[in-house]
């Protein structure tokens, strides 16, 4: 099995985040973290060398919700640099 692999529930997610940012609009904390360092973006998102990257991988909501984000198909389907894959799980899986 792919060393990439998670499943969650019906779908087996491959791939590793391409850092193409585009999951990463909206302000998931209404404020709280200070102000975007991107306007529109989240406050953990910055772009360092032409690369969107997360300022703090260790941020509780890194850890609790990027981190697993995607986690089906429809999450990605209106952004086309998504680099996960996504395939119906089996019983085997």
Not at 17 to 24: S, V, W
Not at 79 to 91: D, I, L, M, Q, W
Request: aromatic share 10%.
């Amino acid at each position: 099995m792919d060393p990439t692999a998670v499943r969650f529930g019906d779908y087996v997610r491959t791939g590793e985040c391409c850092r193409c940012g585009q999951c990463c609009w909206g302000d998931p904390f209404n404020g709280q973290q200070g102000p975007a360092k991107l306007e529109g973006a989240c406050p953990l998102l910055n772009l360092v060398a032409g690369v969107y990257t997360c300022t703090d991988r260790q941020h509780p909501y890194y850890l609790n919700g990027c981190n697993v984000f995607p986690s089906h198909p429809g999450q990605i389907a209106d952004k086309p640099g998504c680099s996960y894959v996504f395939e119906r799980a089996t019983n085997g899986d």
